[in-house]
Antibody, heavy 117, light 112 residues
């Protein structure tokens, strides 16, 4: 059974870079897209982007200039970097397996990121 | 693509039927395989979303059969046939037909 475990810094100052990693256990990265989403306090879900294990990533145009998603098949994990963060980037960030057949079927536990000076 | 859910808040008595709607600004039906790339998720406080329905009407593994999805093209519905106390949650529709993937704004379901 595939499980996702995510981690990263939870408190950032404005202008710093958000970095999160999501490790895949019980299965392989190969053959799937891997997505990142976020949920601002009291708000709905926002898709940040996804990456196929062997191709370039696709990003939400609203974040495209600041976001980078990468995959490391040797470590069976994928990562999110978001540069120049502001208070508006304060949110719970989720990773998920993104399948064209079963949508977002496996989710990480979520990481709360707070941006504050 | 924009997904609009209705209602935003819904209160239903235990054992009664709950119905949530999701309207897409454009079709999410992929004609080559006749599949609608529309999913439904349940999110409880402090938890990540849980996949309930994919391809508009296929229940995910382990999801009780009181949950059902219907619709095609641009109009979709999630139904809970007999509301249980554990169904109190926020429900989201999600299109994965095109990027950027988009979620509806959510429907908060409570017990009346």
């Amino acid at each position: 059974q595939v499980q996702l475990q995510q981690w990263g810094a939870g408190l950032l100052k404005p202008s710093e870079t958000l970095s999160l990693t999501c490790a895949v256990s019980g299965g392989s990265l190969v053959g799937y897209n891997w997505s990142w989403m976020r949920q601002r306090p009291g708000k709905g879900l926002e898709w940040i982007g996804h990456i196929y294990y062997s191709r370039d990533a696709d990003y939400n145009p609203s974040l495209q200039s600041r976001v980078f998603i990468s995959v490391d098949t040797s470590k069976n994990h994928f990562s999110l970097n978001l540069t120049s963060v502001t208070a508006a980037d304060t949110a719970i960030y989720y990773c998920a397996r993104d399948t064209i057949t079963h949508a977002l079927d496996v989710w990480g536990q979520g990481t709360t990121v707070t941006v504050s000076s | 693509i924009v997904l609009t859910q209705s209602p935003e808040f819904l209160a239903v008595s235990l054992g009664e039927r709950a119905t949530i709607n999701c309207k897409s600004s454009q079709s999410v039906l992929f004609r080559s395989n006749n599949k609608n790339y529309l999913a439904w998720y349940q999110q409880k406080p402090g938890q990540p979303p849980k996949l309930l329905i994919y391809w508009a009407s296929t229940r995910a593994s382990g999801v009780p059969d009181r949950f059902s999805g219907s619709g095609s093209g641009t109009d979709f519905t999630l139904s809970i046939s007999s509301l249980q106390a554990e169904d109190v949650a926020v429900y989201y529709c999600h299109q994965y037909y095109d990027t950027p993937q988009v979620f509806g704004q959510g429907t908060k379901l409570q017990i009346k």
